[in-house]
Nanobody
Framework: QVQLVESGGGLVQAGGSLRLSCTAS????????LGWFRQVPGKEREGVSC????????YYGDFVKSRFTISRDNAKNTVYLQMNTLQPEDTAIYYC?????????????????????WGQGTQVTVSS
């Protein structure tokens, strides 16, 4: 029922920028926190960012270091991730996720805090 479609990934040189989008359907989008995760082969999904249902709060993984900005447009059922100053270590498949609450829980980077619905993801590749 829940459908998530990520887009906006691509190939970029180190120091460049990308803007990811995730368009959702099948649930009341504005009632839930949204997040971004990323995954590389052989590793667990890693929490990138979380935003509350009406953009009251936003949180980021420690590795972000002020480089990324999460935002959402509830009228468009879309959550965005603006990524600046990208580094090769950011190379991964990026997924959006639906939370279980209005706000981001304290343990938001844990994957079991989320609904378990994942889209196909969008590939981000950063070259030097």
């Amino acid at each position: 029922q829940v459908q998530l479609v990520e887009s906006g990934g691509g190939l970029v040189q180190a120091g460049g920028s990308l803007r990811l989008s995730c368009t959702a359907s099948g649930f009341p989008f504005g009632n839930y926190a949204l997040g971004w995760f990323r995954q590389v082969p052989g590793k667990e999904r890693e929490g990138v960012s979380c935003i509350s249902r009406r953009s009251e709060n936003a949180y980021y993984g420690d590795f972000v270091k002020s480089r990324f900005t999460i935002s959402r447009d509830n009228a468009k059922n879309t959550v965005y991730l603006q990524m600046n100053t990208l580094q090769p270590e950011d190379t991964a498949i990026y997924y959006c996720a639906v939370g279980r609450y209005y706000f981001c829980p304290a343990s938001w980077p844990r994957t079991d805090e989320w609904s378990g619905d994942w889209g196909q993801g969008t590939q981000v590749t950063v070259s030097s």
